[in-house]
Every structure is written in C-alpha cells, then in structure tokens.
C-alpha cells in the first residue's frame, strides 16, 4: 500500500507552517519517513530527508540561510533541491562538495497545502486539482489535526455515513433513539457506483414529503467530500454559507494520521468568512482552545476525550464534545491498528468495502506497472458533492446534475 501512496501527490504540511521565506524549518512525518520542510529564500518549499548526510545530525535545528539548510554541526549546506552547496570543513578546492546529495521530494503548494510526491519520478502525476485548491482563498479554509490511530479507520469513519444520524446527535434530551422518527425513513437508500477516481456514494432519505439527496465522494487514496447544504436536524435553519467540505486522511507512519480538514463556500458570490470557518473548527472540537501546537487534540485518549457522562445521559449521545472528537474517540479507541477479522459489516458499511475493494485493486494494479484510480487529478478535478432536498418524485441524478459539476 506504501507504493500505491507514492503514485499519488500527498499533503505534507500546512502553508501556513511555513509562514516566510527563510523561516524556521518543520518536521514533517510521512508515509512513514522522517523529513523536514523549509521555505527557501526565494519562498519555495523544499522537503528533505531529516538527517544530515555528513554524520547524520538532526536537520530540525539547521539554520535556514539564504538559499538553503545549513546544519549546525559542522555547517554543510543544502538547498531545496538536495544540493550540497557548502562544505566549509573541506579544504576551498575539494570536489567532495560535488559526490553529496541530501535526499529530496517534489513540492508543490495550493489550497493551503505544501503536496509532495514521494514517488517515482517517472510516475509522477501532474499537481492535485481540487475544487478545494481553484477556490479563491477568501472562499476556502483549510486546518489540520493528527490522531494516533492507522489512516484506514479514519478513512473508514469518513465513508460511513450511517453513523452520523446517530454518534453525532447533539441534542437527543433523552437516552432513547426517538429522534430517528424525525425521518419518516430512517435508514438511508443507498447507492455506491465505482468511478475513474474511487466511487461516488448516494443516500437518500425521505424526509417530510422531499428527498433528501447526499451525495458523498471518495477520491483515492484517502479524500472524503461532502456537501453541507440541507440542516442536518429538522427545524434547524440552513447554514448561512453554502459549503463542501471534506477531510483527507494522511499516514505519518502505520499508527499515526494527519487529518487535513477542508471547507469551501461553493457559491461564488459568498466568501467564506474566517467567522463561519472558524464556528466549524469549534464545532468540530478543533477550536483554538481545542487543539494543541503538535495539531494533536487536548480531549484525548489519556484524558477519555473529556466525556461528560452526565451530558450522556441527558443531552448528547456521546457526551464528547467537538463532532471530530467524538469520531476521534471511536477511531483511537479501536486500537492503533484495528483487527479487522473480528468485525461483522452490516448493510450500510457498502462504502467501506467498496473502498477497501478499490485500494486492495490499486496493489494489483501498481504491481502491474499501472497507474491507480485517482492518481490522475483529471479524473476528479470537475467533481463535487451534494447534499439537497429535492421534491419527492423526482430524479434526483437529473435534478442534481448541474449540482453535481465543479464550477470553480
Ligand atoms: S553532521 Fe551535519 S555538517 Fe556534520
Ligand atoms: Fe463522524
């Protein structure tokens, strides 16, 4: 699986890490190597190997100089590409500079992100293009958090929508499941259809004489896209800006994922205020007194995620707070690594194992010297996804197609 991630462009940090040209560098932890991200003087990212080729000293604390990575043991300096372009212990006429090469990935930056390809170059697909990234920055918002849990479980948890009806309910006033009678059919139809880029997963659900269309994407590896038009609870008013958001789930290493958090206004018209954005990351339990400077979050597993068993029993169903952290608690909690030969998958768990058909086909197909399914951002550059009520009767493919097509 490590060599199917290396055929896609993967985050590696936020922009934001890396504030200026010649600013301090970052660890980053990827695809289980240890790097260290810097901005050049010319404001480039590169992304290094995190150790010194000369006796191996920790990047981390080089000194980021005009047009490179000095290390402060013994001064050699590097830039962005890998190019030993200073080895002041050689005496000024020694070619040894020449034979030294600090191992280097591709960068390359949007929607927020530094992307890097740790692949082949021979492989390597032109840069990621979602909507997400063409957007204009006042209309899109981007954050990160990491959990201690393998990348499968989370992407597992973002796939399955049959959990939000339930986990994530916030206001049940009682212990019992009577809020599910809000839908006259509760237990969404739902339809998984295989594309070019992973699969597009429909759940409709009547709801007071509509439809209620969501219409969620995957687009392999790890890229979960969701509208958020409809109110998820009736009564509620819609929100105020019509978003698609989504997560991308990023293994650092085999037990360990950074969760890249997006979020745009899909109407060209509605900027993204940092207000709403920033009403989102509360609400999803990554608010500034949520989340820790290592993007870890403060409600962990070390403290049982800070469940309130009183909020339980009266009011949540979960009694976390933050929708995030309640999915966070469920993920962690199954181990690092969970033991898959002891689940029993029910109807609505279509989506995980269409999933783990897709990325079990992408070995075989890696293996076989083929590109996988969404390694070409071609293939999901005009895609988006939905979430409408649409009048009862109606075909919601017809009626949602315009809705349905990336317009940035
Ligand atoms: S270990 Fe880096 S210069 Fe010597
Ligand atoms: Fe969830």
């Avoid at 060599?3 to 990827?30: H, I, K, Q, T």
């Avoid at 530094?114 to 032109?126: D, F, H």
């Avoid at 929100?239 to 997560?247: D, E, F, L, S």
Wanted: charged letters at 25%; glycine letters at 8%.
């Amino acid at each position: 699986m490590g060599n199917v991630f290396r055929r896609y462009w993967m985050p590696a940090a936020l922009s934001s890490e890396l504030p200026e040209p010649d600013g301090a560098p970052v660890r980053v932890r990827l695809l289980g190597e240890d790097l260290i991200a810097f901005r050049d003087s010319d404001g480039k990212v590169g992304l290094v190997e995190a150790f010194c080729p000369h006796r191996r000293a920790p990047l981390f604390f080089g000194r980021n100089e005009h047009g490179g990575l000095r290390c402060v043991y013994h001064g050699w300096k590097f830039d962005r590409t890998g190019k030993c372009t200073d080895l002041p212990t050689e005496p000024p006429d020694s070619t040894y500079k020449d034979k030294i090469r600090l191992d280097c990935y591709p960068t390359w930056e949007g929607g927020g992100v530094v992307w890097a390809y740790l692949g082949p170059p021979e492989t390597m697909p032109s840069p990621p293009d979602f909507e997400f990234i063409r957007a204009a920055p006042n209309h899109a918002f981007m954050s990160k958090s990491i959990q201690d849990c393998n990348y499968l479980q989370a992407l597992e948890g973002g796939l399955d929508s049959a959990h939000a009806q339930i986990m994530h309910v916030p206001n049940i006033g009682d212990n019992s499941l009577a809020w599910l009678g809000d839908y006259e059919q509760t237990v969404p139809q739902l339809t998984v259809e295989k594309t070019d880029y992973g699969f597009s997963y429909s759940g409709i659900r009547a709801k007071s004489g509509q439809q209620w269309v969501r219409i969620y994407q995957y687009i392999m590896p790890v890229t979960q896209m969701r509208g958020r038009i409809a109110p998820l609870r009736r009564g509620d008013a819609p929100p105020k800006i019509p978003t698609i958001c989504g997560h991308l789930w990023v293994p650092m290493d085999d037990v360990t994922t950074a969760v890249y958090n997006f979020i745009y206004s899909y109407d060209s018209a509605t900027p993204m205020t940092p207000e709403f954005a920033m009403e989102n990351e509360i609400a999803d339990g990554r608010g500034p007194d949520e989340l820790l400077p290592d993007f870890r979050l403060k409600r962990n597993m070390a403290n049982d995620y800070l469940i309130d068993r009183e909020v339980q029993r009266t009011r949540s169903f979960t009694g976390i707070a933050g929708v995030n952290t309640q999915d966070v608690a469920l993920q962690e909690g199954m181990g690092r690594i969970l033991d898959r030969s002891k689940e029993h998958l029910g109807s609505t768990d279509r989506a995980i194992t269409t999933m783990r058909q897709l990325l079990l086909e992408a070995t075989h197909m890696v293996e076989a010297g083929q590109m996988p399914r969404g390694a070409h951002p071609e293939s999901y550059r005009g895609v988006r996804a939905v979430d409408h009520l649409i009048p009862e009767g109606q075909d919601w493919r017809e009626a949602l197609k315009e809705e349905l097509r990336a317009r940035f």
